[in-house]
């Protein structure tokens, strides 16, 4: 089986309340941020990403907060459902050159 | 079928063995990388292409070496496989620019005895 996420830190949610992910990233110079999901087995997929510029931006049930004084990213999930569950990462690229880089990630788990 | 294909998905070899990991595309992207998954690290960078014969290291390039022959495709070797090298790898494509989403592959595990 996937051995991917071990020691995760997890997240714990009823189905149907909303779900908070967090991210502190590492480099005040990041310019653009990612938030990625990953189901076993697969590869992370895209879910939104947020420009250095904005502090807020809103997808599909999904929305990301940035608060570039502190470093945090957060990753809001509404009306989680039990195909939410997966890992969650955030990522920062830094420069010109787009390397993204990736935190260690957070388990979602939801319980029906 | 995938936009961004990895071959194998999963090998198991031996220490000392020559490996080489496959990534094809077909999302026409100029830009593909190599990533390391290891369970609580997240993903790691290992090389990275923004053209053919374009190389450029990550952060864990040691121990790995690539080839971009051609756009569609992205090799990863390890010359000298080491258990310590046994995670999942993964394979990601990109458009140009600096914003956009990487296009990851299904992964290919590697383990090394």
């Known amino acids: 089986g996937e051995s991917v996420g071990l020691h995760l830190p997890t997240l714990s949610v009823q189905e149907g309340d909303n779900s908070i992910i967090n991210c502190a990233y590492s480099?005040?110079?990041?310019?653009?941020f990612i938030w990625y999901k990953q189901e076993s087995g697969k590869g992370p997929q895209f879910i939104i990403d947020i420009r250095s510029n904005m502090d807020k931006r809103q997808g599909q049930r999904v929305t990301v907060l940035l608060n570039k004084t502190v470093k945090h990213l957060s990753l809001q999930i509404a009306a989680t459902q039990p195909g939410d569950s997966a890992v969650y990462f955030c990522a920062e690229n830094i420069g010109s050159s787009y390397k993204l880089i990736f935190g260690s990630g957070t388990r979602l788990l939801v319980r029906p | 079928d995938a936009d961004v294909t990895q071959t194998p998905r999963n090998r198991i070899t031996k220490t000392g063995k020559r490996i080489m990991l496959e990534c094809s595309q077909t999302?026409?992207?100029?830009?593909m990388y190599w990533y390391r998954q290891d369970p609580g690290l997240g993903l790691r960078l290992i090389y990275y292409?923004?053209?053919?014969?374009?190389?450029n290291k990550g952060e864990i390039s040691d121990g790995y070496s690539v080839s971009r022959q051609a756009q569609a495709k992205f090799s990863l070797s390890l010359e000298s496989a080491i258990p310590n090298q046994t995670a999942l790898y993964f394979c990601?494509?990109?458009?140009?620019?600096?914003?956009?989403?990487?296009?990851f592959g299904e992964g290919s595990r590697l383990t090394v005895l």
């Open positions: 292409s923004f053209d053919v014969k374009d190389i």
């Open positions: 480099n005040s110079a990041s310019d653009y």
């Open positions: 999302k026409g992207h100029d830009r």
């Open positions: 990601a494509t990109k458009e140009r620019g600096n914003t956009g989403e990487l296009f």
